[in-house]
Every structure is written in C-alpha cells, then in structure tokens.
C-alpha cells in the first residue's frame, strides 16, 4: 500500500517535471503608469538609487531593511545592496544604463529568497502634462523557476508590486 502510493506520488512528480520543463526560458513583466511630472523629474527619481526608498513597492515588506550604496549617486556602475526579512529578501541593483529623460536599464540580482539574474528597464514617454513609465523586468527561466510558475503566477504577483511602486512613484515625485 505505501509502496504504491510513493509510487503514484513519484509519477506525479515526474508529471510536474515535464509539465514544467515545457515552459519558456525566459520571462518578462511589465505594466506602465502615467506619473504626473516632466519625464527629467521622473528620470531623476530612477536613477538615484537613495530615493527609491520613498517609492519602492518592496520597502513596505520589512522596515528595517538595511541598504548600502555603491559609486556616485546616479552614475553607471552606482549601485544598491539590500538586506531584508524573507518577504523583501537581499541582493543588489547596479544602474547599467541610463539615457536622460527616456531610459533607465538595472541589473538586478536577487541573493535571497533564491537566486536570480534580471534585467530591469524604465522607459519614459511623455504624455499630456505627465509621463508614461513603463516598467519591464526579463530574464532567464532556469527549471526551478519553471516548476515554481506551475504554482505561483509571476506576472500577477509581481506586476501588482509594479503597480504599487508606480502608484507610489507619481504620488511622490514633484513637477
């Protein structure tokens, strides 16, 4: 009886395993927000990893986050190093390019809750009196990451942290 049932757990495993193993290799979120400010306002706020902390969706997840800064504030290769509890987890953000009032691209690299390699871009587009930022994270979908979607929905769980942070972007950032 128990050797049966390992047996049938087993083959739902290997079931979830090819299941999982026909996801895409990589992902991509993204949602888009209009901020009411010039786009040099909203670049300003980007590119400066101190000020994320007024606006970050993920700062509400532990307030006792520890934060370092790296480099010249706003410079390529600046960056920002984050220690949190295991909602808001650790890594570090480094700014690898940045063109004034239109783009702003990160890497980000999560060290807990697990490790992960992404790409971070902000576009901005001028819209009526404000700007439209349209935020996008990509990256690489290594199995486990596959396995985890076939239970956890990236895009809705994510996206609504996106749609948090842009809320609080245009909530917080001046004309």
């Known amino acids: 009886m128990i050797l049966k049932a390992l047996f049938v757990l087993l083959l739902f495993l290997i079931a979830l395993g090819a299941v999982a193993s026909q996801k895409p290799d990589s992902f991509k979120v993204e949602r888009s927000g209009l901020v009411p400010a010039p786009p040099a306002a909203v670049y300003a706020r980007l590119i400066s990893f101190p000020a994320w902390k007024e606006w970050s969706p993920w700062e509400a997840y532990d ?50 809750p697990f490790e992960a390699h992404n790409q971070i871009l902000f576009t901005l587009t001028p819209e009526g009196d404000g700007t439209r930022v349209t935020w996008t994270m990509s990256g690489p979908s290594p199995f486990i990451s596959k396995f985890f979607t076939l239970f956890f929905n990236m895009d809705k769980t994510v996206g609504a942290d996106f749609e948090r942070g842009l809320a609080k972007l245009a909530s917080t950032t001046k004309r």
């Open 63 to 112: 307030p006792n986050m520890q934060h370092t800064y790296g480099g010249m504030d706003g410079a390529i290769g600046s960056n920002f190093t984050w220690l949190g509890n295991g909602k808001a987890g650790s890594g570090k953000m480094t700014l690898t390019a940045a063109e004034p009032g239109k783009s702003v691209a990160i890497q980000l690299d999560f060290t807990k």
